[in-house]
């Protein structure tokens, strides 16, 4: 079971907690909100953005930074979500929902949720099409996977050999980082080696290759890809 830290921040999107009437400030008030998602009629999700953050991020706020960031970037077309990277469950209901709805999909994640987007969420559902996939310097004990379902996949990572011998990079360390992953579609390296820098990273490197991956594919065929899109039930 998920252990959450992060109620105290914004983890669903405003605008759907308005439309329900639901101001989601606990686990209770979470499952209100995701009962309501799953009853609503197909107009009223956008597209989905879900950024998963690292070990401690429900402290720290390192890749909730990320989240924050993403409404401008994307626009009020997209549904923008947090999730620690044990809430794979979670994860999963929300890129099934949205991709049944033949929604555009953006993933982000930083350090352990990087790999657990990588490695538990995405090889689930295999039957969902993601748009683009950004994990910042991943980490996990399991190394990635193939993913046929990404479109578009950017690695950023630390190369350790040359990473100082900091905290927060030993305790990368510990965890194993991925490094370079040859089955993502660019790697890139970030000027400053920090493994906790996950704004920088996605400043750098992220944001860009967003924006211009939707471009090369923009998201509004949703009817078209929803009738494309294999159906299947349940929690992937």
């Known amino acids: 079971m998920a252990l959450v830290f ?3 921040w914004n983890r669903n999107p405003l605008r759907l907690q308005k439309r329900f009437g639901i101001r989601v400030r606990s686990a209770a ?98 039957d969902v099409r993601t748009d683009v996939l950004v994990t910042l310097d991943p980490v996990g004990l399991r190394g990635p996977r193939f993913l046929p379902q990404v479109r578009r996949w950017l690695n950023v ?4 050999d040359r990473a100082a011998w900091s905290r927060e990079n030993n305790i990368a360390r510990l965890g194993r980082p991925w490094e370079y992953v040859r089955q993502a579609n660019v790697n890139r390296v970030p000027s400053k080696l920090r ?20 471009l090369d594919a923009p998201c509004g065929a949703g009817e078209t890809r929803a009738a494309e899109s294999p159906a299947s039930g349940g929690d992937c």
Request: charged letters at 20%; glycine letters at 12%.
């Open 6 to 8: 992060s109620y105290r």
């Open 29 to 126: 008030e979470e499952k209100r909100f995701m009962q309501a998602l799953g009853s609503a009629t197909v107009d009223v999700p956008g597209h989905l953005c879900l950024v998963m953050g690292g070990f401690t991020d429900g402290f720290f706020g390192r890749a909730y930074a990320v989240a924050l960031e993403m409404p401008a970037l994307l626009g009020p077309g997209f549904d923008v979500y947090f999730r620690e990277h044990d809430e794979i469950a979670s994860a999963r209901r929300l890129l099934r929902f949205y991709g049944e709805r033949g929604r555009c999909v953006v993933l982000v994640g930083h350090s352990w949720g990087g790999s657990s987007l990588a490695r538990d969420v995405l090889p689930a559902c295999p």
């Open 157 to 160: 990572y630390l190369p350790y």
């Open 195 to 214: 493994h906790a820098d996950a704004l920088g990273m996605f400043r750098e490197y992220g944001a860009s290759f967003i924006t211009l991956s939707l």
